[in-house]
């Protein structure tokens, strides 16, 4: 019996898709560049329609990433809002060099911009070369990657920061509220 119940349990289980239990909203993003010359970033919050809202905008990349750029992503969250009340969390990317992040590329950020713009898929195991290009962003969103599944409602903060030749970093606030199944 133990046994046929395990059967019927792993049967259920690999029949069962895991969804995304919260949505999203895209409230705010800025952007920082110390040199425009070699990156010069620009971006803004699109909304079509009453629930479509997207990040469009450019980033033009005139120097080359090596390995003494670095990459890193701290996220605070509150639940109210308040400046007072936003705590840093442990879901986070420490600063790494950014040739390393291959995976995370794959995971998360080339599946949720691969629709949306002319970022490139890079073959091999390193984030390099990565070749200097006008890219640009249209209606982009976090609709799509490897994201958790369940996340606390309430508004995050997400600082994305890279260190090297320029220093550089997109911030955005964002309100995240339970999908109602």
Request: hydrophobic share 35%; glycine share 6%; proline share 4%.
């Amino acid at each position: 019996m133990l046994a046929f119940n395990l059967v019927l349990l792993l049967a259920l289980l690999g029949s069962c898709e895991c969804k995304r239990l919260w949505t999203h909203e895209l409230l705010e993003i800025h952007t920082y560049s110390e040199d425009e010359s070699k990156i010069k970033l620009e971006a803004r919050i699109e909304r079509q329609g009453r629930y479509l809202v997207g990040i469009s905008g450019s980033g033009d990349l005139q120097y080359d990433f090596d390995n003494t750029t670095l990459f890193e992503v701290i996220i605070h969250h509150s639940s109210s809002g308040s400046e007072s009340d936003y705590k840093p969390l442990p879901m986070a990317v420490p600063k790494k060099r950014l040739v390393d992040l291959k995976k995370m590329y794959d995971d998360i950020v080339y599946p949720a911009m691969k629709d949306c713009s002319n970022m490139p898929q890079i073959e091999g195991d390193l984030l390099w070369p990565w070749p200097r290009d006008l890219y640009t962003f249209d209606m982009c969103n976090f609709d799509k990657g490897n994201l958790p599944e369940i996340m606390s409602e309430g508004y995050y903060k997400i600082f994305c920061t890279f260190s090297g030749e320029v220093n550089w970093s997109l911030s955005y606030l964002v309100y995240v509220k339970t999908k109602l199944i």
